[in-house]
């Protein structure tokens, strides 16, 4: 049995009649009867009762015909189903993301956007390190990451994509000597004390900018896994920090941010996946959010 068979069988007991049943089904009324007959012979039971005049359903085709109707519609819907996941429009999205990639505003947008136009894909978010989430997408536990490009290896089954670049500021203490400054340049920050993003090679990303903005080694007096640990320390006078640009959003008592004016470097956010992505969701998410961050930042 088929879902043909219940569709000619729903023909036949919806006409009451094989000849308008088969003109209905575009086939030959014998092959109509022979198909009726062998599914009559599947089940063990008679459905129909047949006169010259009219085919009437026995009490086993009345009941027969409820449930061949909810599994014809049910067939329907799941070809539905099939067919909008496979355009993106229904399923879900795993994202890991690093709290700067949130708190840089991109990954809301991404999100904001692309559930206005597909509200039925369900989106599922979970923090981590960069370097984790790399392994979980290896290991399909996520399907996206947004994570800060801070050098590390990206295998060849994945995919990178930069759908964010901001220039870096310092941020330091309000009463801080460069607070004064209308503008800082790498020369300034000669002799100071500094405060590092530590987690996974961020602290080696961090150190090697600021051997860029320096032209020597930097002098590093903390290295803490926390972006708000690392602006409160900042503000509390304990060293400067470097950070992109939209972190400068995020208000902290007693710290004041100021743009380094001659240093052209740039903190760039990635998009990673797999490159052989079959889901139908995730690839309609990555396409949205890699299209959607060439456009300007609304950020600035």
Known sequence: ??????????????????????????????????????????LGVTLLTRTTRRVELTEAGRLFRVEAERTLAQAEHARRTA?????????RVRVGFSGNAALAGRLPEHIQSFHA?????????????????????????I???????????IPDTLSSEVVGAWPWVIGMALDHRLARLSDVRCRDLSG???????????DRSQAELLRKALGGEPIIGHRVASTLT???MAAAGLGLV??????RDIHVPGLIYMPLADFE?????LLISRKDESNGPVIAFRGWSVETSRSPPSRT
């Open 117 to 141: 136009t597909r509200a039925m894909v369900s989106i599922e978010l979970e923090e981590m390190p960069s370097a984790d989430q790399i392994q979980a997408i290896v290991e399909n536990r």
């Open 1 to 42: 049995m088929d879902l043909r068979h219940l569709r000619y069988f729903l023909a036949v007991a919806d006409e009451g009649h094989f000849g308008r049943a088969a003109e209905r089904l575009h086939i030959v009324q014998p092959a109509l009867s022979m198909q009726i007959r062998a599914l009559e012979e599947d």
């Open 265 to 269: 470097e740039q903190a760039t956010l």
């Open 83 to 91: 067919q909008r996941a496979a355009r993106g429009e229904v399923g």
């Open 230 to 232: 690392v602006l409160t």
């Open 242 to 247: 470097l950070v992109p640009q939209p972190i």
């Open 143 to 153: 399907d996206i990451g947004y994570c800060p490009d801070v050098g590390l290896p």
């Open 192 to 202: 100071e004390t500094f405060i590092t993003y530590a987690a996974n090679a961020g």
